[in-house]
């Protein structure tokens, strides 16, 4: 998982991986987790991976970090603009990163998820709106690397619409695994 400091990353992660809210890790880098995820009746093993989005720790994060990635999760806070507009350099080091290790073409790229984060939270004249956030992604998949971006809105604190981003993540890197073993 991608994204700011301080945009729910780490919430979300310890709500899949069955910790608890409030049971706060400061990852130093990352954070990785192993987990068993059932979508279509196939248990699917999953490593997920939390990063620190502080900049003092992305600069840790090595292209080794992205070599066999399926998906990539983007992360933002629902009411923190700058986690909002940061999205385009978190998508843009993952893809850099991604082609850094081999990957030939942007066309063979990992789908991406996107999950606002936060959103038991009322918003406000300050959050970001469902248009801003419905037009990033059009702006997205019309730039063509991107069929389709997923997105989510999810509340850890709530243990809000946790499970449904995980199986569409889950079914999206099952596909895409498979896609590029039969491309090798």
């Not at 992660?13 to 987790?33: H, L």
């Not at 990063?51 to 990539?72: I, M, P, Q």
């Not at 946790?162 to 569409?168: A, H, L, Q, V, W």
């Given at each position: 998982?991608l994204?700011?400091?301080?945009?729910?990353?780490?919430?979300?992660?310890?709500?899949i991986?069955?910790?608890k809210?409030?049971s706060?890790?400061?990852?130093?880098?990352?954070?990785?987790?192993?987990?068993?995820?059932?979508?279509?009746?196939e248990l699917?093993?999953?490593?997920?991976?939390d990063?620190?989005?502080?900049?003092?720790f992305?600069?840790?994060?090595?292209?080794?970090f992205?070599?066999?990635?399926?998906?990539?999760?983007?992360?933002?806070?629902?009411?923190f603009?700058?986690?909002?507009?940061?999205?385009?350099k978190?998508?843009?080091?993952?893809h850099?990163?991604?082609?850094e290790n081999?990957?030939?073409n942007?066309?063979?790229?990992?789908?991406?998820?996107?999950i606002?984060?936060?959103?038991?939270i009322?918003?406000?004249?300050i959050?970001?709106?469902?248009e801003?956030?419905?037009q990033?992604?059009?702006?997205?998949?019309g730039?063509?690397i991107?069929?389709?971006?997923?997105?989510?809105e999810?509340?850890?604190?709530?243990?809000?619409?946790?499970i449904?981003?995980?199986?569409?993540?889950?079914?999206?890197?099952?596909?895409?695994s498979?896609?590029?073993?039969?491309?090798?």
């Amino acid at each position: 998982m991608l994204g700011d400091y301080r945009s729910g990353k780490t919430a979300i992660f310890n709500e899949i991986v069955g910790r608890k809210f409030g049971s706060y890790t400061n990852p130093s880098t990352f954070d990785y987790f192993y987990k068993e995820i059932m979508v279509d009746n196939e248990l699917v093993g999953c490593n997920i991976w939390d990063t620190a989005g502080h900049e003092k720790f992305t600069t840790n994060l090595n292209k080794s970090f992205y070599r066999d990635v399926n998906c990539c999760v983007l992360c933002f806070d629902l009411h923190f603009e700058d986690s909002f507009k940061n999205l385009n350099k978190w998508m843009n080091e993952f893809h850099s990163k991604c082609l850094e290790n081999g990957l030939e073409n942007m066309e063979l790229l990992p789908p991406f998820v996107l999950i606002g984060t936060k959103s038991d939270i009322p918003r406000t004249d300050i959050s970001i709106s469902n248009e801003r956030i419905e037009q990033w992604c059009k702006n997205i998949e019309g730039q063509g690397i991107i069929d389709k971006v997923h997105y989510f809105e999810t509340s850890a604190k709530l243990s809000q619409n946790i499970i449904m981003p995980f199986n569409t993540i889950t079914k999206l890197a099952l596909n895409y695994s498979n896609s590029i073993q039969k491309i090798k």
